[in-house]
């Protein structure tokens, strides 16, 4: 009886066995960064790390301004794109009429965004923000910029969660007598709150990853001073692209260790994500 | 699943045992300096060679003049030229002198500016520690590689009696001030290069191919070096004056030619009526061989440094 069972087996076994390969390819890959990272860095991540000023001189060498910066640029990104992006989704699930041609194109071209390289979006700032509006390299700059950039992913995510709303839900606050208005605000939005916010998280974390247009809109290398919404900045992984340029060994340890400040960061704000869906969601 | 991962990185942050960051001494943190009453904003960009020796002079700066602001990036010496002729910058950094483009740029925006060179440096040859046959090479050998359209792929071509090991090529930029000073001093035209080469903007990503490949040859600045003795081994030049090594006293000297080069900081003339920018150039000009030594370049000469520092009285009266 086994027997004949597990030979007509072998095809699903296979099959299994192909599933937790590819599966072992992200999670080894992922292990042996983190362990590699981890054990270079682990001793440089000390006191002076978190309050001294970057230095030419690794013995005394911090990132305070770097992650002070990437703190702010973190507030301003949620700031701007939570607002901006729930309310384009909501526009777009509960009041566009998908029927308009102009609102396909719309969907389309956030569709697309959502898959512009980010140097792009460095260009445009460079041109649009720093240049165009005079606004200069700035941290606010650098935050905008963004904040365009993760756009599209939290209008993806937030109208997801929306359209995760059952029709019934809204049908019987419609047959209550509740208008449009508070059928959205009392219905809605309170249902997909975790959806949304576990998006806009993911979309932060990507954000403050990023190097490259920040890069792009002139964000210097060497700043002393802790940094101001107005003034010239730099952030976490510009720190850790310079620190890994520079001659002496002692700075590809910096460098690891500014990668484990900016990986606690990013994980603690996933851990915020996790912590809002299970507090808030609800099944139906 | 997640929970798993984030007990792994618990784990893995307990069992961490990177390098501990040595023990600081802090020299002359005892002593309480003047403290002056300046203030305001200096930006400095430009080449990323140049960006530590600002970046120590700065440091330095602020102990006496914690209000003064400065900033450095590192957008390249090109990079910097254009922020700097667009009046963006009060300094630009950059390891070799302004092309006439870049000065009629300038003009044609009205940046007047005033030329300081700051420190030398060596570019250095480098080859793999175990490459025994070759301590020396020519300009002309050098030339035979590195020019546009060389088909140089082996070491025995670029001298008879070299071994037969396949030659693997490292080297910078094109946006670096070091690709246009090594094309302009081997192979005679600034930019005239051949292109099969792994070029980087990164001197750490040169260390590495070079440091391991036997075959492997590439060039950068005397500070990447002296950082990797042991795995590299710098090549020494003979420039039609017999072989000589790169160091800080040869490249001082002048014998070490014609890889040795001049670093410069620009500054924007408008700018000196500016005090910080004014006292942090007097304070470069004043530290110039302890800012060098931080930064590992080579420091002026004496006959340098009073050049550098008549420049300053003359841009300042």
Redesign the interface.
């Known amino acids: 009886m086994t027997l004949t069972r597990r030979s007509r087996d072998w095809r699903g076994g296979v099959f299994r066995g192909l599933l937790l390969s590819s599966l072992l390819v992200g999670f080894v890959t992922l292990a042996a960064l983190l362990v590699d990272v981890v054990s270079t860095g682990w001793g440089y991540v000390d006191g002076t790390l978190f309050t001294s000023p970057p230095s030419i001189d690794p013995a005394i060498a911090g990132a305070r301004p770097a992650i002070l910066a990437t703190i702010y640029i973190g507030i301003l990104l949620i700031l701007f794109t939570v607002p901006i992006g729930v309310g384009t989704a909501i526009y777009l699930e509960e009041y566009a009429n998908k029927k308009r041609w102009y609102n396909r194109l719309l969907e389309l071209n956030i569709q697309n965004l959502a898959a512009v390289p980010s140097i792009v979006y460095g260009i445009l700032g460079l041109a649009f923000l720093v240049r165009g509006l005079g606004l200069g390299r700035v941290l606010l700059a650098g935050a905008l910029i963004l904040t365009l950039l993760v756009l599209p992913t939290v209008i993806i995510a937030a109208r997801e969660a929306i359209r995760a709303v059952p029709d019934s839900i809204r049908q019987g606050a419609y047959a209550l007598g509740a208008t449009q208005w508070q059928v959205v605000s009392r219905q809605v939005l309170p249902s997909a709150v975790p959806g949304i916010a576990t998006g806009s998280i993911l979309a932060l974390s990507r954000g403050l990853g990023e190097t490259a247009p920040l890069i792009m809109i002139g964000a210097v290398t060497y700043v002393a001073f802790d940094p101001t919404i107005l003034g010239p900045f730099t952030a976490l992984p510009i720190q850790i692209y310079q620190w890994v340029r520079l001659p002496q060994e002692e700075f590809r340890y910096l460098a690891a260790a500014a990668i484990i400040v900016l990986l606690g960061i990013l994980l603690s704000l996933n851990a915020v994500a996790i912590w809002l869906r299970n507090r808030y969601q609800r099944r139906w | 699943m ?1 929970a798993s ?2 007990t ?2 618990a784990a ?2 307990l069992a ?11 020299g002359g943190g005892g002593e309480t300096t003047a403290q002056s009453d300046l203030s305001g ?1 200096v ?1 400095a ?1 430009g080449s ?1 060679t140049v ?2 020796y ?3 002079a ?2 330095r700066f ?1 102990e006496t003049n914690p209000d003064v ?7 390249g010496t090109g990079g910097g030229f254009e ?1 700097f002729c667009a009046g ?1 910058t009060d300094l630009s950094n950059a390891s070799r002198a302004i092309k006439d483009e870049e000065r009629a740029l300038c003009e044609r925006k009205g940046v007047e500016f005033v030329e300081f060179h700051i420190a030398n440096d060596a570019l250095t040859v480098v080859v793999n520690a175990e490459n025994d046959w070759a301590t020396c090479l020519t300009v002309d050998e050098l030339k035979k590689v590195w020019e546009p359209g060389s088909k140089v792929d082996d070491w025995s071509q670029i001298r008879a009696g070299f071994p037969s090991e396949r030659l693997r090529l490292f080297g910078a930029g094109t946006d670096s001030g070091t690709f246009d000073y090594f094309t302009d001093a081997i192979n005679g035209e600034e930019g005239a290069s051949r292109s099969d080469y792994s070029a980087t ?4 990503v040169t260390v590495e191919g070079v440091s391991g490949n036997r075959g492997g040859m590439g060039y950068f600045g005397l ?2 070096f ?3 003795r042991e795995a590299l081994k710098a090549l020494e030049i003979d420039g039609g004056e017999g072989c000589v090594a790169p160091s800080v006293e040869t490249a001082q000297s002048g014998e070490y030619t014609p890889l040795s080069r001049p670093l410069f900081i620009y500054a924007k003339t408008e700018s000196f009526q500016r005090p910080e920018v004014e006292a942090f150039i007097g304070f470069i000009l004043e530290h110039e061989s302890e800012i060098a030594e ?3 370049f080579v420091p002026l000469t004496d006959e340098q440094l009073e050049q550098a520092r008549t420049g300053f009285e003359d841009a300042t009266t």
């Open positions: 997640r991962a984030l792994l990185l893995l942050a961490g045992c990177g390098s501990e960051r040595e023990s600081v001494d802090d904003r930006e960009d990323s960006g530590p600002t970046t120590a700065a440091e602020r602001r400065i900033t450095v990036g590192v957008s922020r963006e903007e990164d001197d750490n500070s990447y002296e950082q990797n931080a930064a590992q």
